[in-house]
């Protein structure tokens, strides 16, 4: 069975605070099965957009994990807003996390998967 979306943004909220970053829900999008985006913002102003990792990214031995990919990165956070507004055009139900992970790497605190 897998884990509700609430639970498993309310688990990555509590990583990135115990890491001793920041992270806020920008958008609540369905609490059983929305689909999330972390947009990532470090200290020196440069921003990343990380979205759901493409079907054949699973593994058959873990199908319930979720993974993801980068979608964007840069200084510019207007362009990744705007894939963002895209998205929630598409989709009403997904969920926008922010977060500012501090020291840690944010592939430690997603399992991001490479193209």
Known sequence: MRVTTDLWVSALLRRV????GFAAVVK???TEAGT???LSR???GEVSL?????QTSYDSAKP???FFTLLGSGED???LDA???REKKFDPDIWVVEIEAGSVPVEELLSVKMP
Not at 50 to 54: C, R
Request: net charge positive.
């Open 36 to 38: 999330v985006f972390v």
């Open 42 to 44: 470090g200290r020196l």
């Open 50 to 54: 990380f979205g759901p990792a493409p």
């Open 64 to 66: 319930d994990d979720r």
């Open 77 to 79: 956070a207007s362009v």
């Open 17 to 20: 605070f115990g890491a001793g």
């Open 28 to 30: 609540r999008g369905a």
């Open 83 to 85: 894939r963002l507004e």
